[in-house]
């Protein structure tokens, strides 16, 4: 059965989010595609990992026999993310910008599941896995706009998720979303519907991809 690990690190309950109806989209997609597959959901706003500790940073690089106590337990609970990380097929990860970068929380998860020699390192425990995030963010900041260099989610995603992690990593972006509540932002509020349209589209489409995929590929 196939595996999606859906990651939402949004603080906004999903009628005010803009990351969440996206990954929502792709997530029902997903499930009608596979009804008899597995969701790993993690909503990192309502239920955070916890930030990294010297006692689970240093117990991924301890042996297990001479593990602390606090190591053991600090280092069961990083486990735990990574082998749900591990067990993907697909993975799906809501990831909005705050303050020119990712949330705190999906920064803690992050911090978690990278363990060299095991998930970041010559061989990667995950490589390949197709990844999708949902970058959204109020303002644009794509290339030639006046924020490019502003930009810290897409560009830490690709050298974590993809160059550490090596993930197979595609971005969905929904941008301006700040254009409808903005006065100032107000003459880009048709950009922003467009934008947002085209999200749905993409995560919907993109979802069907990685079903025929994985179906070719089980196939073999």
Known sequence: ?????????????????????????????????????????RDLAANPVPHITAD???????DPSERTAR???????????????????????????YNYTVPSTLKAWLDSVLLLGRTA???????????VVVASR????APGTPRENFEFVQNYLEAVL?????????????ELTMAPRSPAMSELTPLFERSRERAHSEAVTK???LTERLT?????
């Open 121 to 131: 390192g010559e061989s990667p425990s995950a490589q390949g896995t197709p990844t």
């Open 207 to 209: 979802a069907k991809e």
């Open 1 to 41: 059965m196939a595996t999606l690990l859906h990651i939402d690190s949004s603080v906004f309950p999903a009628e005010a989010s803009a990351s969440r109806p996206v990954t929502a989209a792709f997530r029902r997609t997903w499930e009608e595609q596979h009804p008899e597959g597995t969701v790993i959901y």
């Open 216 to 220: 070719a590929d089980n196939g073999r």
């Open 56 to 62: 689970a940073w240093s117990a991924g690089y301890a």
């Open 71 to 97: 190591q053991s337990a600090a280092f069961a609970a990083r486990l735990e993310l990574i082998e749900e990380l591990e067990r993907a097929d697909v993975i799906l990860i809501g990831a909005p910008m």
């Open 138 to 141: 109020g303002g644009s900041y």
């Open 162 to 174: 993809r160059r550490t992690l090596g993930l197979d990593l595609e971005f969905i972006v929904p």
